[in-house]
């Protein structure tokens, strides 16, 4: 299947300071992308869908000026958590399609302490 | 009435039997559909896809869709300790909807 990797896998950081976590398709390119978070026992919950050269589509309720998503390139789409809180704790899964197909990326952990 | 429906379980079979899940979705003209496994503390990972009524099988794992009825379902035959997961069902119908996942836990 195809690869979509993530960096870093995880992250600690003070509350208030921002966060980059990059999403890349490795053997294919990925007109969107899509972000998702998933609190501990709960299901995944879609944040935003990332356009390569266009505005990301957020879903409601999700805060556009707080997860600032950039997607420059057919392989890399970048989401920015600002002003982190302790509530912004989460996993955070990128994913890309290929074709019909949607594949994962392995997940970045954040913590802000 | 949610995209997606599954039995979040937990749905418990001893090692070697088969675990059966089941997954029902709304939108009649989706067209393909998907399971993913989710260990506790990973990403999901794509185990099975199916786009055509009637069976499809990839070693102990056999995906079932029946879109007259709407439904979809995955086998897993001689069940293993290691099946443990989350099993999330999947529909694309223009944009991909998850289900919100069946816990399956393998006794061994």
């Known amino acids: ?5 993530q960096h870093p896998s995880w992250v600690i950081c003070k509350s208030g300071t921002s966060v ?12 969107t992308m899509f972000w998702y978070r998933q609190f501990p026992k709960q299901s995944l919950m879609l944040m935003a869908t990332s356009n390569e050269g266009s505005k990301a589509t957020y879903e409601q309720g999700v805060e556009k000026d ?3 998503i950039n997607h420059a390139s057919l392989t890399l789409s ?4 600002t002003s982190a809180h302790p509530e912004d704790s989460s996993f955070y899964i990128c994913s890309a399609n290929t074709g019909p197909e949607q594949y994962f990326g392995p997940g970045t952990r954040l913590t802000v302490t | 009435q949610k995209e997606v429906e599954q039995n979040s379980g937990p749905l418990s079979v001893p090692e070697g039997a088969i675990a059966s899940l089941n997954c029902t979705y709304s939108d009649r003209g989706s067209q393909s559909f ?3 496994r989710q260990y506790s503390g990973k990403s999901p990972e794509l185990i099975m896809f199916i786009y055509s009524n009637g069976d499809k099988e990839d070693g102990r794992f ?5 879109k007259a009825s709407q439904y979809v379902s995955l086998l897993i035959r001689d069940s293993q300790p290691s099946d443990s997961a989350t099993y999330l069902c999947a529909v694309n119908s223009a ?4 289900g919100t996942g ?3 836990t393998v006794i061994p």
């Open chain 1, 66 to 68: 707080k997860f600032l």
């Open chain 1, 1 to 5: 299947g195809a690869v979509v990797s």
């Open chain 1, 20 to 31: 980059k976590i990059e999403c890349r398709s490795l053997d294919f390119q990925a007109t």
């Open chain 2, 62 to 66: 056999t995906a079932q869709l029946n």
């Open chain 1, 78 to 81: 970048t989401l920015t958590v």
């Open chain 2, 95 to 98: 944009q991909f909807y998850f």
């Open chain 2, 102 to 104: 069946t816990s399956l």
């Open chain 2, 34 to 36: 998907f399971w993913y």
